[in-house]
């Protein structure tokens, strides 16, 4: 059975902000690194990742500019903020509970009959 590369709504933003967490990166890298950590079960489509990292810049959860590329091209390299980091932090207990709440269900088994 395929799996589903689609993120569940409200996701790609925890992803890039944990990207974030560990190291600037330009927006190709955000996306290539989520590929790497979710072992290509998410693939962050660009026209996805660029609007959510427009507005995480708009609410303060990420800065950027403008710097040389591993290849020497200029890129916008984007970096984590303190009110990143808390919301990373919110964002991160907040999909922790919902997922213990989800297997936990998912544990639940009918009794016999």
């Known amino acids: 059975m395929p799996v589903p590369n689609d993120l569940l709504p409200g996701t790609l933003e925890l992803l890039v902000l944990k990207a974030l967490s ?37 609410k303060g959860w990420v800065r950027s500019e403008w710097r040389p ?5 200029r890129a916008r390299y984007y970096a984590l903020t303190s009110k ?10 907040a999909w922790r509970r919902a997922a213990a709440a989800v297997n ?10």
């Open 84 to 93: 990143g980091r808390r919301q990373l932090d919110a964002e991160a207990a």
């Open 22 to 58: 560990l190291e600037p990166m330009h927006g190709w890298g955000i996306g290539q690194r989520i590929d790497q950590l979710s072992r290509d079960v998410f693939r962050v489509q660009q026209g996805s990742l660029y609007p959510a990292l427009q507005r995480m810049l708009r």
């Open 104 to 113: 936990g269900i998912l544990r639940v088994r009918l009794a016999e009959r």
């Open 69 to 73: 590329s591993e290849n020497g091209r």
